[in-house]
């Protein structure tokens, strides 16, 4: 009995770390490339404009030791008086019921966003850079999201790739094309 009161911090931590080489291996399978060769200086990403009433997200969403799939999120957005964006959004993943969540984003007078996300623990914070959004928040359970937008040359379409990490290791991965609606469709 002596023994295994002593051994018991020790098996917690061998289990801590066989997790993390687990999970280590795993997450090769998630990749963390984006899309910066899509980069460019214009049109500049302006995430108030962009999202601004109907807005429609297909993707794949890819989760470590998990098949891949298929996203769809409709959203809807709504320009506050401070020229803020109020944008709410349903999301359904694969077969299960649709969630929704609401983003609130202002312009922080540097040129980026600061804003909140229902899903998010703390502020969530974007920086611009030509036609690029990087929005970067934590979710519960001390996951850190990273999400990169680009905005393409028309002005209606948005590529997002968002990866997910853990203790800094991809275990999730977001190709979503986001395309706004006109208003009379």
Same mark, same amino acid.
């Given at each position: 009995?002596?023994?295994?009161?002593?051994?018991?911090? !020790?098996?917690?931590?061998?289990?801590?770390? &066989?997790?993390?080489?687990?999970?280590?291996?795993?997450?090769?399978? &998630? !990749?963390?490339?984006?899309?910066?060769?899509?980069?460019?200086?214009?049109?500049? =990403?302006?995430? &108030?404009? =962009? =999202?601004?009433?109907?807005?429609?997200?297909?993707? &794949?969403?890819?989760?470590?030791?998990?098949?891949?799939?298929?996203?769809?999120?409709?959203?809807?957005?709504?320009?506050?008086?401070?020229?803020?964006?109020?944008?709410?959004?349903?999301?359904?993943?694969?077969?299960?019921?649709?969630?929704?969540?609401?983003?609130?984003?202002?312009?922080?007078?540097?040129?980026?966003?600061?804003?909140?996300?229902?899903?998010?623990?703390?502020?969530?914070?974007?920086?611009?850079?030509?036609?690029?959004?990087?929005?970067?928040?934590?979710?519960?359970?001390?996951?850190?999201?990273?999400?990169?937008?680009?905005?393409?040359?028309?002005?209606?379409?948005?590529?997002?790739?968002?990866? %997910?990490?853990?203790?800094?290791?991809?275990?999730?991965?977001?190709?979503?094309? %986001?395309?706004?609606?006109?208003?009379?469709?």
């Amino acid at each position: 009995m002596y023994f295994w009161k002593t051994c018991r911090p !020790t098996l917690r931590l061998l289990r801590l770390i &066989v997790g993390t080489i687990i999970l280590a291996g795993q997450a090769g399978c &998630v !990749t963390t490339r984006h899309l910066d060769s899509t980069r460019a200086q214009a049109p500049k =990403f302006d995430a &108030v404009a =962009f =999202f601004e009433n109907r807005t429609e997200g297909k993707g &794949v969403l890819k989760i470590v030791g998990r098949r891949s799939e298929p996203t769809l999120v409709e959203g809807l957005g709504r320009v506050t008086i401070d020229h803020a964006i109020d944008l709410y959004q349903s999301v359904k993943r694969g077969n299960r019921l649709a969630t929704h969540r609401q983003w609130h984003l202002r312009p922080d007078g540097a040129g980026g966003y600061i804003g909140t996300l229902t899903d998010a623990v703390g502020p969530v914070l974007g920086t611009v850079d030509g036609n690029r959004l990087h929005i970067v928040f934590m979710l519960k359970g001390r996951l850190k999201a990273d999400q990169w937008l680009y905005l393409d040359k028309g002005g209606m379409i948005a590529h997002n790739i968002m990866i %997910i990490r853990a203790l800094g290791m991809p275990v999730a991965r977001l190709d979503e094309t %986001i395309t706004r609606i006109s208003p009379q469709q």
